[in-house]
């Protein structure tokens, strides 16, 4: 690297192809490493036209890291796999997001002095390797993202709720990982860690990495004591604002209970915003799915070598491109011409168990549908007629999480039937439904809301309740509302000021939550756990701070393409926490790396006729199903 600092690398060449052989030249036409597919099959016919990949990460060169970048190796590409600063023998001090520009950008540059470089490259990856793609991405002449986003200060900051789950597990399993203690990593993998458990319910949110950890951890420092997104900390790790100046050919992949969803589905419209035609598939996966792992390395090698074809179409020389037209020949040809999918977006759709291909992401077709919470727990798309629906919230018993994205491998719907007993989960039931409806996009709850303190959180979900009384989830988001800038928050909710992540500008925007929402970690019910009742409830509420105005709060939900069949029912539910999946409101409004002191809070939603709280779905109609 330009400052010394040394990286190291492993690299996969072609059987077949020396690791000398000059760039584009056509030496190479078999399997990668390890060698498993005789010279001259489909799998490795394209060598030497092909890109070079380059993959960046931090979390080692072997195990399930390293098998997408063999399986892109006996392709037919030569493959670079780059382990990050301070990680796994290369030098430096792993500090997550700062170092992965300037890295990348020099990895790139060395790439293209090597001899076994083959004239382009691509980058590949899930997750943090994703995001070191998005740090690079002007020097990539195609990229290959998975399960990620360009930000990571917006999914650790999810709308002012700190992501306690991911942020804090994840800092558990890197510090272990870089101390080199990989018995308790892969104990804390198998079963539920206790230390992380410490961690969870420690107050303040300063102290947890030493109660996971045994030691405070740098990084983790700076993210809790980094609340706003607007902080120089965090503007310079982001990479959003240069999304739309992409212009290499993207392909993307996610699932719909991954941790990076909607983000990952944002970068795409900024994309496709800016007169791109990215490739998107999503799926029914979660962050850490075997089955996306493999789907990916397959649609992205079609994609890479659909778009090798095009480049020797237009670009390259005579000889190559007389190659070229050898490679369209055969079984290949639908692969490599991309005819085996003609329409950008694939996506699954959730309670119908069926793939759709899309000319776009939400699909044509889609109209708004309002749907209005009614006093009493009713969901309509009648107007309601007035009444307040309450509900205490005490942040010394938080309300558990109840499934959700999270980096655990199985991720799916869950059963809410039971959490939606709990007195500090408000529940809207619609009507039983005469005939299908499938929402396909981004629904957005508009919250009348008041709270007896000054901050406090408003989580939505939306579950399925089908006929035999399970309320499945579908998705779900969460926002933190300040007293002081409730009113001017909940205004500018659409993109103006502090609320918006999903660009990189400013603070946060509503559109986060997450799919489902987590387990609980031995968090009881949500009612007088401290000893104190009502009388004491109302102290601790005046001692934090007054009681605010009624305001408007506007939530997107995680993006969703769901059926809800003839006979189920639309509901949902409007609660202050998913605790652990987020760190819990104290309520006093008290920076949160440092607040200590629980205070309950009435929270208050509101029916009014004129002003209601309800939803906006995106319905897609049964003509336009593809």
Not at 50 to 72: D, E, F, H, M, S
Not at 166 to 172: D, I
Not at 432 to 452: H, K, M, Q, W
Request: a negative charge.
């Amino acid at each position: 690297m330009e400052d010394g600092v040394e990286l190291l690398a492993d690299l996969v060449v072609p059987v077949g192809k020396p690791a000398g052989t000059p760039a584009g030249t056509a030496a190479g036409t078999a399997a990668g490493i390890p060698a498993t597919t005789p010279a001259g099959t489909a799998a490795g016919t394209a060598a030497g036209v092909l890109p070079t990949i380059v993959i960046r990460g931090p979390y080692g060169r072997r195990g399930r890291v390293a098998k997408q970048a063999y399986a892109l190796g006996r392709e037919g590409f030569t493959v670079l796999f780059q382990s990050c600063r301070g990680t796994w023998g290369s030098g430096g001090v792993f500090t997550p997001q700062v170092d992965e520009q300037r890295d990348g950008a020099a990895t790139h540059r060395w790439v293209r002095e090597q001899p076994w470089y083959t004239g382009r490259t691509a980058t590949f990856g899930a997750s943090y390797m994703g995001f070191t793609q998005w740090a690079a991405a002007a020097h990539a002449d195609a990229l290959c993202l998975q399960v990620t986003m360009p930000d990571f200060g917006a999914v650790t900051w999810d709308n002012g709720a700190f992501a306690l789950r991911n942020a804090l597990g994840w800092t558990q399993m890197m510090d272990r990982m870089i101390r080199q203690d990989f018995l308790p990593m892969l104990l804390g993998m198998l079963r539920p860690d206790p230390a992380l458990k410490r961690g969870f319910a420690t107050l303040p949110l300063s102290a947890g990495d030493t109660a996971a950890t045994g030691r405070e951890v740098h990084w983790y420092q700076d993210w809790v004591r980094h609340e706003s997104l607007a902080d120089e900390y965090w503007t310079q790790q982001s990479h959003t604002a240069a999304v739309p100046g992409v212009t290499a050919p993207v392909y993307m992949i996610t699932g719909w209970y991954d941790i990076f969803l909607p983000w990952q589905i944002r970068t795409h419209a900024l994309l496709t915003g800016a007169g791109r035609q990215p490739r998107l598939t999503i799926g029914p996966w979660g962050h850490s799915d075997a089955e996306l792992d493999a789907t990916a390395v397959g649609e992205a090698t079609a994609f890479l070598k659909t778009e090798a074809t095009a480049f020797l179409k237009t670009e390259a020389t005579a000889l190559l491109k007389t190659e070229a037209t050898a490679l369209l020949e055969g079984e290949d040809a639908a692969l490599l011409t991309g005819e085996a999918r003609e329409l950008p977006v694939r996506a699954y759709r959730t309670g119908a168990g069926q793939w759709h291909d899309l000319p776009s992401w939400p699909p044509p077709g889609v109209t708004g549908q309002t749907w209005h919470l009614h006093d009493g727990g009713r969901l309509h798309t009648d107007l309601p007629q007035g009444g307040i629906t309450s509900y205490v919230y005490d942040p010394a018993d938080p309300t558990p999480a109840s499934g959700g994205p999270s980096l655990e491998p199985k991720q799916g719907p869950v059963d809410d039937a039971a959490h939606e007993s709990r007195p500090d989960v408000a529940v809207f039931r619609g009507d039983v439904l005469t005939e299908d409806v499938t929402l396909a996009g981004t629904p957005v709850a508009r919250i009348r809301f008041r709270s007896s303190q000054p901050s406090a959180d408003v989580f939505v979900r939306i579950t399925d309740v089908h006929p035999d009384g399970r309320s499945m989830s579908v998705c779900d988001a969460i926002r933190r509302v300040e007293a002081a800038a409730r009113e001017d928050k909940a205004k500018t909710a659409t993109g103006v000021g502090e609320a918006e992540t999903a660009t990189g500008v400013g603070e946060a925007k509503t559109a986060t939550g997450v799919g489902e929402a987590e387990t609980a970690t031995g968090v009881g019910e949500a009612k007088t756990a401290t000893g104190v009742g009502e009388a004491g409830a109302a102290t601790r509420e005046e001692e934090a701070g007054a009681a605010t105005e009624e305001s408007e709060v506007e939530i997107e939900l995680w993006p969703v393409f769901h059926r809800f069949a003839a006979g189920h029912r639309i509901s949902v539910q409007v609660s202050s926490g998913a605790h652990p999946r987020y760190a819990r409101n104290p309520g006093s409004g008290e920076p949160a790396a440092t607040a200590t002191e629980p205070h309950r809070a009435t929270q208050e939603i509101s029916h009014d006729p004129v002003r209601p709280s309800h939803l906006d779905l995106p319905v897609w109609p049964d003509q336009n199903r593809l």
